[in-house]
């Protein structure tokens, strides 16, 4: 059994800074990746960063050079250090958990809520 627990999201002014983390626990042999997605409403779900456990990232064209994704491998956990924050990141970011255990599985966070107010 696989476990995320997300935090950090809430209500912020446009220009303002938030931290998502997500940490990770259960039967996990070991991380090939963590990231973060959002949703917001009416549009489909979007990748905004991934961190693999060696420490390769990715970014969405629309977070770079505002966002930074870090890893703590020995803590399962993820963060997401959100900068210079924009109306339009107004979205639900839900954690991703790339794992393996006898195969590799995707595991999903219920998701927290950050509002960039303008």
């Known amino acids: 059994q696989v476990q995320l627990v997300e935090s950090g999201g809430g209500l912020v002014q446009q220009g303002g800074s938030l931290r998502l983390s997500c940490a990770a626990s259960g039967s996990i042999v070991s991380i090939v990746a963590m990231g973060w997605y959002r949703q917001a409403p009416g549009n489909q779900r979007e990748l905004v960063a991934t961190?693999?456990?060696?420490?390769?990232?990715d970014y969405a064209d629309s977070v770079k050079g505002r966002f930074t994704i870090s890893g703590d491998n020995a803590k399962k956990t993820v963060y997401l250090q959100m900068n210079s924050l924009k109306p339009e990141d107004t979205a639900v970011y839900y954690c991703?958990?790339?794992?393996?255990?006898?195969?590799?599985?995707?595991?999903w966070g219920q998701g927290t809520q950050v509002t960039v107010s303008s």
């Open positions: 991703k958990l790339r794992y393996r255990i006898l195969g590799t599985y995707d595991y």
């Open positions: 961190i693999t456990s060696g420490g390769s990232t």
